[in-house]
């Protein structure tokens, strides 16, 4: 027959293990009742076995990465032509509208 001491042992062994009582017991060779009755027991005592919480080795959550939500400040570019101006473009331009400024802007008219 096992002591209180082993019983504590045994209640401590199945809380750490995060097995069902019916697992635990049926591996080691006990009734799941004579878990539950000993740990109610230990616990009314005052000896209660230390919380899962603190014993349990620590465990990996899933990670999901997702892309960075924070803004990221482009520098605009600047185009030198050949004419010697010069078109800034800011993040976010339209091609299209771009394309019809750089033809603008590469014609040897004055502005």
């Not at 209180?4 to 045994?10: D, I, K, L, T, V």
Request: net charge neutral.
């Amino acid at each position: 027959m096992a002591t209180r001491a082993e019983w504590a042992e045994r209640v401590e062994r199945w809380e750490r293990s995060g097995l069902s009582a019916e697992k635990f017991a049926r591996r080691e060779g006990y009734s799941p009742k004579q878990l539950y009755w000993w740990r109610w027991k230990l616990r009314a005592e005052g000896i209660s076995p230390p919380s899962t919480a603190l014993t349990q080795a620590p465990c990996f959550l899933p990670v999901h990465v997702v892309a960075d939500a924070s803004p990221v400040v482009a520098e605009p570019i600047e185009i030198a032509l050949p004419n010697g101006r010069v078109v800034r473009v800011r993040p976010g331009f339209d091609p299209a509208t771009l394309e019809r400024v750089l033809a603008l802007a590469a014609e040897e008219t004055p502005c």
